[in-house]
């Protein structure tokens, strides 16, 4: 009894340990069955929940204007369809899905789990490949926003550069701030064309703000200045211009050439019409017409000074032909005087056609004189074309005057050559004759044995002088040559001549003073004894120191005083 009891009890728990565990078993199976019947919910809710609808709607309005990419579009749209369907298809999959476990018919679930598992790839395979080839316009978007972004950067780093230099955009102010409200409006425009995924539109309005930013950076790069120059620079110079202008016509010098007032007004009227366009904040050409209205303007200036310094040199010039001309005159008239009187004696015969020719010309340089210093009166011509006529002349006088004086040089260099040998033969002739007069009036015991030999060549001299002097024509170079020589000669002769007698006349005047001591002293009458033996031999200077010697044992501090007071 009791082992029946412990075996039926045995067999009752194994009983319930077996289902217990097919319960178990069952649940497990129910768990794992409905956490893919969830898992593929999501999955099924995410490819559901795709916007890809979204996406393609917004590729359409973005390629409606590329019709390579809107047929591209329009076939991308057709596979969605595709997937539109297959994601239906998918549903009623899951529906039957739902009640096959809802009624326990959990092989026939595992079944259509398999199913929809398969079509869900499908879809996602095909979700995904539709929206790679969509992302490409989702970047354009996000390109478009970046772009926006990056211009509103730049607009209102401009639109503080505005405000903190408003004093020197000045007149350019309200344009500057008037495109800025224009980028403002596009800005907004542009975000709507964004929103409404039109961002064909939205990237021109973009593009429009960049063009505009762009003008208002260059703007407010150049404006500054620009108001600078035109408002201060180019008028103080205009002012100036007009003034060197007055000053410079006022001193009678031609300017009319230069087309000043042509210029003067085009420079102005750029000046009014450029002041218009920077205050419509326009700054196209502006800095190329100041450039050259400056460029002309200094021209202006410089041409001024060129021609002012060009007419006083001009007078000054043509001056100084005119003084030329009087000298031309005058050496002219001195060398036709000299030709007229000796062009023999000078050897000028050759001078007659140029003499002729050179009067010509002196008219000639008179009428053009006058005609260059009446046009600088009638101020007719510029004065850099006047101060070349007038160097011309100047050059051509001073060239004639060079040459008329290369004659006159010859003429002065002969008749003062002529008259100077004149002069220095009469000297000659003096000197010789004196040589010869002292020798004989101091009959000295002897001479230079030289002395006749020199008195003979000093005379040859002379005769040469006064043959060359007699030659025509007269030739000046050998005349001077020939009386350089014998002036050097004969002063030498007479100079030698002469301190020979004056040494002999001092031998005789130490003897005669000695002579009174003789008796006295016998020492004093043997020297003063040797030095007349050594004057009567010609040695006149042994017989001076002999004499002096003498005397100056007697006067040792003043014999030379002694000896002059005597004689």
């Given at each position: 009894?009791?082992?029946?009891?412990?075996?039926?009890?045995?067999g009752v728990?194994?009983?319930i340990?077996?289902i217990?565990?097919?319960i178990?078993?069952?649940?497990?199976?129910?768990?794992?069955?409905?956490?893919?019947i969830?898992?593929?919910n999501v999955?099924?809710?995410?490819?559901?929940?795709?916007?890809?609808?979204?996406?393609?709607?917004?590729?359409q309005?973005?390629?409606?204007?590329?019709?390579?990419?809107?047929?591209?579009?329009?076939?991308?749209?057709?596979?969605?369809?595709?997937?539109?369907?297959?994601i239906?298809?998918?549903?009623?999959?899951?529906?039957?899905?739902d009640?096959?476990?809802?009624?326990?018919?959990?092989?026939?679930a595992?079944?259509?789990?398999?199913?929809?598992?398969?079509e869900?790839?499908?879809?996602?395979?095909?979700?995904?490949?539709?929206?790679k080839?969509?992302?490409?316009?989702?970047?354009?978007?996000?390109?478009?926003?970046?772009?926006?972004?990056?211009?509103?950067?730049?607009?209102?780093?401009?639109?503080?550069a505005?405000?903190?230099?408003s004093?020197s955009?000045?007149?350019?102010?309200?344009?500057?701030?008037?495109?800025?409200?224009?980028c403002e409006?596009?800005?907004?425009?542009s975000?709507?064309?964004?929103?409404?995924?039109?961002y064909?539109?939205?990237?021109?309005?973009?593009?429009?703000?960049?063009?505009?930013?762009?003008?208002?950076?260059?703007?407010?790069?150049?404006?500054?200045?620009l108001?600078?120059?035109?408002?201060?620079?180019?008028?103080?110079?205009?002012?100036?211009?007009k003034?060197?202008?007055?000053?410079?016509?006022?001193?009678?010098?031609?300017?009319?050439?230069?087309?000043?007032?042509?210029?003067?007004?085009e420079i102005?009227?750029?000046?009014?019409?450029?002041?218009?366009?920077?205050i419509?904040?326009?700054?196209?050409?502006?800095?190329?017409?100041?450039?050259?209205?400056?460029?002309t303007?200094?021209?202006?200036?410089?041409?001024?000074?060129?021609e002012?310094?060009?007419?006083?040199?001009?007078?000054?010039?043509?001056a100084?032909?005119?003084?030329n001309?009087q000298?031309?005159?005058?050496?002219?008239?001195?060398?036709?005087?000299?030709?007229?009187k000796?062009?023999?004696?000078?050897?000028?015969?050759?001078?007659q056609?140029?003499?002729?020719?050179?009067?010509?010309?002196?008219?000639?340089?008179?009428?053009?004189?006058?005609?260059?210093?009446?046009?600088?009166?009638?101020?007719?011509?510029?004065?850099?074309?006047?101060?070349?006529?007038?160097?011309s002349?100047?050059?051509?006088?001073?060239?004639?005057?060079?040459?008329?004086?290369s004659?006159k040089?010859?003429i002065?260099?002969?008749?003062?050559?002529?008259?100077?040998a004149?002069?220095?033969?009469?000297?000659?002739?003096?000197?010789?004759?004196?040589?010869e007069?002292?020798?004989?009036?101091?009959?000295?015991?002897?001479i230079?044995?030289?002395?006749?030999s020199?008195?003979?060549?000093?005379?040859?001299?002379?005769?040469?002088?006064?043959?060359?002097?007699?030659?025509?024509?007269?030739?000046i170079d050998?005349?001077?040559t020939?009386?350089?020589?014998?002036?050097?000669?004969?002063?030498?002769?007479?100079?030698?001549?002469?301190?020979?007698v004056?040494?002999?006349i001092?031998?005789?005047n130490?003897?005669?003073?000695?002579?009174?001591?003789?008796?006295?002293?016998?020492?004093?009458?043997?020297?003063?004894?040797?030095?007349?033996?050594?004057?009567?031999?010609?040695?006149?200077?042994k017989a001076?120191?002999?004499?002096?010697?003498?005397?100056?044992?007697?006067?040792?501090?003043n014999?030379?005083?002694?000896?002059?007071?005597?004689?």
């Amino acid at each position: 009894m009791n082992t029946n009891i412990v075996l039926i009890v045995v067999g009752v728990l194994v009983l319930i340990v077996i289902i217990t565990i097919s319960i178990l078993i069952s649940n497990a199976k129910k768990t794992k069955l409905k956490k893919d019947i969830d898992d593929l919910n999501v999955r099924y809710n995410e490819i559901k929940t795709t916007p890809i609808a979204f996406k393609l709607n917004k590729a359409q309005t973005m390629a409606k204007r590329n019709e390579k990419t809107s047929t591209a579009v329009s076939k991308y749209y057709q596979q969605y369809e595709e997937v539109e369907k297959r994601i239906s298809d998918i549903q009623d999959l899951m529906n039957n899905l739902d009640d096959s476990f809802s009624s326990k018919k959990y092989k026939d679930a595992r079944e259509i789990i398999g199913e929809v598992n398969t079509e869900i790839e499908t879809v996602e395979t095909e979700i995904e490949h539709i929206d790679k080839f969509l992302e490409k316009f989702s970047e354009k978007e996000n390109e478009q926003r970046e772009y926006s972004s990056k211009l509103k950067e730049e607009y209102r780093i401009i639109r503080n550069a505005v405000n903190a230099n408003s004093n020197s955009l000045s007149i350019s102010l309200n344009a500057m701030e008037n495109k800025l409200n224009t980028c403002e409006e596009l800005f907004s425009i542009s975000e709507e064309w964004i929103y409404a995924n039109e961002y064909s539109e939205a990237q021109e309005s973009l593009e429009k703000i960049e063009a505009i930013l762009a003008d208002l950076r260059n703007c407010g790069n150049h404006i500054p200045s620009l108001i600078k120059d035109i408002k201060g620079v180019l008028p103080v110079m205009l002012d100036e211009v007009k003034r060197e202008y007055a000053l410079t016509r006022q001193r009678g010098v031609f300017l009319n050439h230069l087309d000043v007032d042509g210029k003067i007004e085009e420079i102005e009227n750029n000046i009014n019409s450029d002041t218009k366009q920077l205050i419509e904040g326009n700054i196209e050409g502006i800095k190329q017409r100041v450039a050259g209205a400056k460029s002309t303007l200094n021209s202006l200036t410089d041409m001024f000074e060129k021609e002012n310094r060009a007419f006083k040199e001009a007078k000054d010039t043509n001056a100084s032909s005119y003084e030329n001309i009087q000298e031309l005159v005058k050496i002219e008239n001195y060398v036709r005087v000299a030709y007229d009187k000796d062009s023999a004696r000078y050897g000028l015969e050759n001078l007659q056609d140029t003499l002729k020719k050179q009067r010509d010309s002196i008219e000639e340089y008179k009428a053009r004189y006058k005609e260059i210093d009446e046009e600088l009166s009638l101020n007719n011509k510029p004065a850099s074309e006047l101060l070349d006529a007038a160097t011309s002349l100047q050059k051509l006088t001073e060239n004639d005057k060079k040459e008329l004086y290369s004659y006159k040089t010859v003429i002065d260099k002969s008749n003062d050559g002529e008259q100077r040998a004149i002069s220095q033969l009469v000297k000659l002739q003096l000197v010789v004759a004196e040589v010869e007069t002292k020798v004989a009036e101091y009959h000295l015991p002897s001479i230079a044995s030289t002395y006749e030999s020199d008195l003979k060549t000093s005379y040859e001299h002379i005769d040469n002088i006064k043959k060359l002097l007699k030659e025509i024509p007269i030739n000046i170079d050998e005349l001077n040559t020939n009386l350089d020589a014998a002036i050097d000669f004969v002063f030498k002769f007479y100079n030698n001549v002469n301190n020979v007698v004056g040494m002999a006349i001092m031998v005789e005047n130490a003897i005669v003073f000695g002579n009174k001591y003789r008796s006295t002293y016998p020492e004093i009458d043997r020297s003063l004894s040797k030095a007349e033996f050594q004057f009567l031999n010609g040695e006149y200077t042994k017989a001076l120191k002999t004499a002096i010697t003498c005397m100056e044992t007697l006067f040792p501090e003043n014999a030379d005083e002694k000896i002059m007071e005597n004689a």
